[in-house]
Protein backbone atom coordinates (compact mmCIF):
# COMPACT_ATOMS: atom_id res chain seq x y z
CA UNK A 1 0.00 0.00 0.00
CA UNK A 2 1.03 3.57 -0.81
CA UNK A 3 2.16 6.22 1.80
CA UNK A 4 1.26 9.71 1.60
CA UNK A 5 1.98 12.48 3.36
CA UNK A 6 -0.24 15.91 2.65
CA UNK A 7 1.32 19.36 3.74
CA UNK A 8 -0.88 22.42 3.55
CA UNK A 9 -3.05 25.14 4.91
CA UNK A 10 -6.41 25.25 5.71
CA UNK A 11 -7.49 23.91 2.91
CA UNK A 12 -6.08 20.65 3.60
CA UNK A 13 -6.57 21.09 6.81
CA UNK A 14 -10.28 22.83 7.35
CA UNK A 15 -11.11 25.66 9.55
CA UNK A 16 -13.62 26.24 12.26
CA UNK A 17 -13.83 30.01 10.98
CA UNK A 18 -14.77 28.91 7.68
CA UNK A 19 -16.64 26.12 9.02
CA UNK A 20 -14.67 23.61 6.56
CA UNK A 21 -13.64 20.35 6.56
CA UNK A 22 -10.61 20.95 4.29
CA UNK A 23 -9.90 18.51 1.30
CA UNK A 24 -7.52 16.27 3.34
CA UNK A 25 -10.24 14.62 4.91
CA UNK A 26 -11.63 13.53 1.76
CA UNK A 27 -8.26 12.11 0.40
CA UNK A 28 -8.02 9.59 3.45
CA UNK A 29 -11.29 8.50 3.24
CA UNK A 30 -11.18 8.27 -0.84
CA UNK A 31 -8.21 6.19 -0.35
CA UNK A 32 -9.28 4.37 2.62
CA UNK A 33 -7.51 0.34 1.73
CA UNK A 34 -5.53 2.07 -1.36
CA UNK A 35 -3.10 4.50 0.72
CA UNK A 36 -2.10 5.44 4.09
CA UNK A 37 -2.58 9.13 4.48
CA UNK A 38 -0.92 11.21 6.84
CA UNK A 39 -1.02 14.67 7.85
CA UNK A 40 0.48 17.13 10.43
CA UNK A 41 -2.52 17.27 12.97
CA UNK A 42 -2.62 21.27 12.45
CA UNK A 43 -2.26 24.06 10.25
CA UNK A 44 0.34 24.69 7.91
CA UNK A 45 0.25 27.86 7.69
CA UNK A 46 2.76 30.22 5.99
CA UNK A 47 5.91 28.64 4.29
CA UNK A 48 7.92 29.38 7.01
CA UNK A 49 5.36 28.11 9.75
CA UNK A 50 6.32 24.81 7.67
CA UNK A 51 9.91 25.42 7.50
CA UNK A 52 9.77 25.48 11.19
CA UNK A 53 7.72 22.63 12.19
CA UNK A 54 8.50 20.04 9.27
CA UNK A 55 10.64 18.47 11.31
CA UNK A 56 8.94 18.05 14.40
CA UNK A 57 5.58 16.92 11.73
CA UNK A 58 8.07 14.00 10.13
CA UNK A 59 8.56 12.24 13.58
CA UNK A 60 5.07 11.20 13.90
CA UNK A 61 5.66 9.13 10.29
CA UNK A 62 8.52 6.07 9.23
CA UNK A 63 9.80 9.13 6.36
CA UNK A 64 11.72 6.51 4.37
CA UNK A 65 7.81 5.05 3.50
CA UNK A 66 6.49 8.08 2.74
CA UNK A 67 5.75 7.79 -1.56
CA UNK A 68 4.57 10.91 -1.86
CA UNK A 69 4.51 14.36 -0.07
CA UNK A 70 1.79 16.60 -1.69
CA UNK A 71 2.49 20.16 -0.18
CA UNK A 72 1.19 23.71 -0.56
CA UNK A 73 2.09 26.87 1.46
CA UNK A 74 0.51 30.13 -0.29
CA UNK A 75 -2.47 31.71 1.44
CA UNK A 76 -1.14 32.87 4.18
CA UNK A 77 2.10 33.87 2.66
CA UNK A 78 0.00 36.93 0.40
CA UNK A 79 -2.61 37.73 3.75
CA UNK A 80 -2.82 41.48 4.39
CA UNK A 81 -3.65 41.92 7.89
CA UNK A 82 -4.96 45.59 8.50
CA UNK A 83 -4.31 47.28 5.50
CA UNK A 84 -0.76 45.98 6.01
CA UNK A 85 1.58 44.66 2.72
CA UNK A 86 1.29 40.54 2.23
CA UNK A 87 2.38 38.83 5.38
CA UNK A 88 5.48 37.12 3.12
CA UNK A 89 7.31 38.89 0.37
CA UNK A 90 7.34 37.30 -2.76
CA UNK A 91 11.06 36.93 -2.92
CA UNK A 92 11.27 35.36 0.24
CA UNK A 93 8.25 33.73 -0.08
CA UNK A 94 10.45 31.46 -3.07
CA UNK A 95 13.44 31.34 -1.13
CA UNK A 96 11.75 29.71 1.77
CA UNK A 97 9.72 27.57 -0.61
CA UNK A 98 13.19 26.37 -2.08
CA UNK A 99 14.11 25.93 1.74
CA UNK A 100 11.21 23.64 2.46
CA UNK A 101 11.69 21.92 -0.47
CA UNK A 102 15.30 20.88 0.24
CA UNK A 103 13.79 19.97 3.89
CA UNK A 104 11.24 17.53 2.30
CA UNK A 105 14.13 15.95 0.28
CA UNK A 106 16.18 15.12 3.20
CA UNK A 107 13.07 14.30 5.39
CA UNK A 108 11.38 11.67 3.22
CA UNK A 109 14.69 10.82 0.83
CA UNK A 110 12.12 8.01 -1.35
CA UNK A 111 9.38 10.59 -1.91
CA UNK A 112 8.34 11.94 -4.82
CA UNK A 113 7.27 15.98 -4.14
CA UNK A 114 3.77 17.54 -5.67
CA UNK A 115 3.50 21.13 -5.22
CA UNK A 116 0.05 22.64 -4.93
CA UNK A 117 -0.42 26.32 -6.42
CA UNK A 118 -2.91 28.39 -4.02
CA UNK A 119 -6.50 28.25 -4.47
CA UNK A 120 -8.40 31.21 -5.79
CA UNK A 121 -10.52 33.47 -3.34
CA UNK A 122 -13.97 35.72 -3.75
CA UNK A 123 -12.45 38.74 -2.69
CA UNK A 124 -15.92 40.38 -2.09
CA UNK A 125 -16.63 38.45 0.84
CA UNK A 126 -13.56 39.27 2.46
CA UNK A 127 -13.35 41.78 5.63
CA UNK A 128 -11.45 45.14 4.98
CA UNK A 129 -8.80 44.03 8.01
CA UNK A 130 -8.71 40.43 6.64
CA UNK A 131 -7.83 40.89 2.91
CA UNK A 132 -6.21 38.31 0.07
CA UNK A 133 -6.46 39.26 -4.10
CA UNK A 134 -6.79 37.08 -6.52
CA UNK A 135 -3.87 38.88 -8.38
CA UNK A 136 -1.55 38.41 -5.79
CA UNK A 137 -2.77 34.64 -5.34
CA UNK A 138 -1.49 34.33 -9.25
CA UNK A 139 1.93 36.26 -8.92
CA UNK A 140 2.47 33.89 -5.91
CA UNK A 141 1.58 30.93 -7.83
CA UNK A 142 3.56 32.25 -10.72
CA UNK A 143 6.77 32.14 -9.03
CA UNK A 144 6.40 29.31 -7.36
CA UNK A 145 5.73 27.43 -10.31
CA UNK A 146 8.63 28.90 -12.06
CA UNK A 147 10.57 27.85 -8.78
CA UNK A 148 9.24 24.21 -8.57
CA UNK A 149 10.27 23.83 -12.58
CA UNK A 150 13.60 24.58 -12.05
CA UNK A 151 13.63 21.87 -9.01
CA UNK A 152 11.61 19.27 -11.07
CA UNK A 153 9.12 19.31 -8.91
CA UNK A 154 5.46 18.12 -10.15
CA UNK A 155 2.57 21.01 -9.83
CA UNK A 156 -1.02 20.29 -9.01
CA UNK A 157 -2.72 23.87 -10.13
CA UNK A 158 -5.59 24.13 -7.73
CA UNK A 159 -5.86 27.35 -8.54
CA UNK A 160 -7.10 26.69 -12.03
CA UNK A 161 -9.81 24.41 -10.56
CA UNK A 162 -11.32 27.03 -8.16
CA UNK A 163 -10.80 30.35 -10.55
CA UNK A 164 -14.27 30.48 -11.32
CA UNK A 165 -15.60 29.47 -8.46
CA UNK A 166 -18.03 31.62 -6.79
CA UNK A 167 -20.20 31.82 -3.40
CA UNK A 168 -21.55 28.11 -3.95
CA UNK A 169 -18.99 26.49 -3.80
CA UNK A 170 -17.46 28.62 -0.57
CA UNK A 171 -18.26 28.48 3.07
CA UNK A 172 -16.30 31.87 3.37
CA UNK A 173 -14.11 33.97 1.15
CA UNK A 174 -10.83 31.78 1.41
CA UNK A 175 -12.73 28.58 2.39
CA UNK A 176 -14.66 25.82 0.75
CA UNK A 177 -17.60 23.95 1.41
CA UNK A 178 -18.00 20.08 1.33
CA UNK A 179 -18.50 19.92 -2.63
CA UNK A 180 -15.66 22.18 -2.96
CA UNK A 181 -13.46 20.10 -0.74
CA UNK A 182 -14.39 17.04 -2.56
CA UNK A 183 -13.63 18.25 -6.21
CA UNK A 184 -10.40 19.35 -4.39
CA UNK A 185 -10.08 15.96 -3.04
CA UNK A 186 -10.13 14.19 -6.02
CA UNK A 187 -7.88 16.63 -7.96
CA UNK A 188 -5.41 15.93 -5.12
CA UNK A 189 -5.76 11.92 -5.49
CA UNK A 190 -5.36 12.03 -8.93
CA UNK A 191 -2.05 13.84 -9.20
CA UNK A 192 -0.70 11.33 -6.00
CA UNK A 193 -1.85 8.35 -7.70
CA UNK A 194 -0.99 9.01 -10.92
Same mark, same amino acid.
Given at each position: ? %? ?12 ? $? ?70 ? $? ?15 ? %? ?8 ? #???? $? ?9 ? #????? %? ?32 ? @? ?22 ? @??
Amino acid at each position: M %RNIYLIGDSIRFGS $TSGNSLGYGVFVKEQLAGKANVYAPDENCRFVQYTQRYLHEWAENVDRESIDTVHWNNGLWDVLRIQGDEPF $TDLDIYVRLLERVYRRI %RQLFPNAKVI #FALS $TAVVEELAKPD #FLRFN %REIEAYNAAARELMERLHVQINDLYSVTKDWGEE @MHSDFVHFNEAGCRILAERVIEKI @MA
